[in-house]
């Protein structure tokens, strides 16, 4: 089992950038994948980027790829979601979840987060 906790959120402007960090208290925290899920007020849970064991691969939903940056840390049990360029339709509830791999690589991730507020406004 794994506990995941998000921390970066906050409030910026268009154009700023945030960055997002899911910290993992597993100490097999490089035997899951690592995904970054996010909610808006209204609507569905969303799918934004998920990450391999490793690092190697990594997968981005069309409207942030280009703008956000997954990345992990092992030695640090931690993964990264560098976003830049932000736009109003950023703004949700982002949170990170875990998997032992079948749920890879945008699929019901087994272990969550309590999520970290980003808010971008025009």
């Known amino acids: 089992q794994v506990q995941l906790v998000e921390s970066g959120g906050g409030l910026v402007q268009a154009g700023d950038s945030l960055r997002l960090s899911c910290a993992a208290s597993s100490r097999t925290f490089s035997s899951y994948v690592i995904g970054w899920f996010r909610q808006a007020p209204g609507k569905e849970r969303e799918f934004v980027s998920s990450?391999?064991?490793?690092?190697?691969?990594?997968y981005y939903r069309d409207s942030v790829k280009g703008r956000f940056n997954i990345s992990r840390d092992n030695a640090k049990n931690t993964v990264y979601l560098q976003m830049n360029s932000l736009k109003p339709e950023d703004t949700a509830v982002y949170y990170c979840?875990?998997?032992?791999?079948?749920?890879?690589?945008?699929?019901?991730?087994?272990?969550w987060g309590q999520g970290t507020q980003v808010t971008v406004y025009s």
């Open positions: 990450i391999s064991w490793s690092g190697a691969s990594t």
């Open positions: 979840a875990a998997d032992l791999g079948s749920a890879w690589p945008q699929g019901e991730y087994a272990y």
